[in-house]
C-alpha cells in the first residue's frame, strides 16, 4: 500500500532528521527574533480617540481611563494634537461632547458645534493629521441611543438613516477626512455614500464599524463620553457577541454599500473575527482596542500585577497577527513614544 510505505518513510525521515530541526535556533538573539517576527507595528497603523468637550480651556481627566482627558477645542485641544503629530501618528478618532442634549441629537450635525469645531480646528493648525470623526447619535441624545426614538421607545433605523447622513455631510463639510459611522443602523453606509455623494463629498471616505457588538467593554467610555443609554441597552442594533457568521453577513453588506475601510470593534473577545473578515474582504481592516480593553490593563497595572508595556506589545501584536492593518487603541500614544525611543 502506498499510503503505508509513504507514512513509513516519513517515519524514516522524521527519525532521520532527529535534532537537526531547531526552531529554538532562531530566537537565539534579539536581532534573530526581530529578522524573523512575522509581525509589526508601525505608528503609520495606529489611530488615536480623542474626546472633545465643547467649553473652554477645558482638560479633563477620566478616572475610568488613566491618561486620557476630554479637551475643548481651542489650545488645549491643538497642544494635544502638537504631540499627537509629533509623535509620529497619523491620524485621530474624534468624538464630540456637547453641553446640549435632544431627543434628536441636533448638536450632531450643527455646523458650529463641538465636534465641527474640533474638526476644523485640527485641520487648520495640522492638515497633515487625518481626522476620522464618529458618525453616530448617542452622545448627542437626551435618551442616549443611537437612533431616533418611535413612541414606544425603540430606535427607529428608518427615521435615522436621514439624520446619519446629516452628521456625516455636516463633519465633511467641516473637514474631515473620513467618516465612521458607529450607529450599526442597517443601511447606514448607503445612506451616508449618498448624502455625501450628493453634496461634492465622493472623496470623504467611510470607515465602516461593519460589525460592532453589543459590548461590556464599551463601559469605560460611555463615562467618558456621558452616552449610556438613560433605558434599555443597545442590544436592538449592536451585534450578538456570540455571532461570527452574522459578522461576517453585516461586512459583507457594508462592502456592498460603498464602505472603504472596515472595522471589528472590540478587538481582544473578537479576535476570531477579525481573522475571518481578514480572509474574505480585500478592503482595508481597522480595529478598535475598546475603552474596556484600555482600562483593564491600566487597573491591573496601577495593582502592581501585571508589566504593562508587555501586555501592550502583545496586545497590539496579537490584533496585527489576527489581521489588522490599522489599530484604534487609546494607547496608541504610549505606544509610540516607546517605538520612538527603542
Ligand atoms: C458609539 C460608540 C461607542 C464607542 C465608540 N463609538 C459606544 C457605544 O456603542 O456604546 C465605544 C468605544 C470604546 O469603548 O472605546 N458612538
Not at 185 to 197: E, N, Y
Not at 206 to 230: E, L, T, W
Request: aromatic share 8%.
Amino acid at each position: 500500500m502506498i499510503a503505508n510505505q509513504e507514512s513509513e518513510d516519513e517515519k524514516k525521515v522524521d527519525g532521520d532528521l532527529g535534532g537537526t530541526r531547531k526552531p529554538r535556533r532562531l530566537r537565539t538573539s534579539p536581532e534573530l527574533r526581530d529578522l524573523v517576527a512575522e509581525t509589526s507595528i508601525d505608528v503609520a497603523h495606529l489611530v488615536m480617540p480623542i474626546f472633545v468637550k465643547e467649553g473652554g480651556n477645558v482638560k479633563e481627566k477620566i478616572d475610568e481611563m488613566p491618561g486620557i482627558f476630554r479637551y475643548s477645542p481651542d489650545r488645549e485641544l491643538d497642544k494635544e494634537i502638537e504631540e499627537i503629530s509629533s509623535l509620529g501618528i497619523k491620524a485621530v478618532l474624534l468624538f464630540g461632547l456637547p453641553n446640549k442634549k435632544d431627543p434628536l441629537g441636533s448638536e450632531a450635525y450643527n455646523p458650529e458645534a463641538v465636534i465641527q469645531q474640533a474638526i476644523r480646528r485640527i485641520k487648520d493648525t495640522h492638515p497633515e493629521i487625518l481626522v476620522i470623526s464618529d458618525v453616530c447619535m448617542c452622545e448627542y441624545t437626551a435618551h442616549g441611543h443611537c437612533g431616533i426614538l418611535d413612541p414606544a421607545g425603540r430606535v427607529e433605523n428608518e427615521k435615522t438613516l436621514p439624520y446619519l447622513g446629516k452628521i456625516a455631510l455636516s463633519q465633511a463639510n467641516a473637514g474631515a477626512d473620513i467618516v465612521a459611522p458607529s450607529a450599526m443602523m442597517d443601511d447606514q453606509v448607503l445612506a451616508i455614500r449618498r448624502a455625501l455623494d450628493f453634496s461634492g463629498f465622493a472623496n470623504t471616505a467611510i470607515m465602516s464599524y461593519s460589525s460592532k457588538f453589543a459590548s461590556g467593554f464599551y463601559g469605560p467610555f460611555r463615562v467618558a463620553a456621558g452616552s449610556a443609554p438613560s433605558f434599555g441597552d443597545r442590544k436592538g442594533y449592536q451585534m450578538d457577541s456570540r455571532n461570527i457568521r452574522e459578522a461576517l453577513r453585516e461586512t459583507e453588506i457594508d462592502v456592498e454599500q460603498g464602505a472603504d475601510i472596515l472595522m471589528v470593534k472590540p478587538a481582544l473577545a473578537y479576535l476570531d473575527v477579525l481573522s475571518a473578515v481578514r480572509q474574505r474582504f480585500q478592503l482595508p481592516l481597522a480595529a478598535y482596542n475598546v475603552s474596556g480593553e484600555y482600562s483593564m490593563i491600566k487597573a491591573a497595572s496601577s495593582n502592581g500585577w501585571i508589566d504593562e508595556p508587555r501586555i501592550v506589545d502583545e496586545v497590539l501584536h496579537a490584533i496585527r497577527r489576527a489581521g489588522a492593518d490599522i489599530i484604534i487603541s487609546y494607547f496608541s500614544k504610549e505606544y509610540s513614544k516607546r517605538i520612538r525611543r527603542e
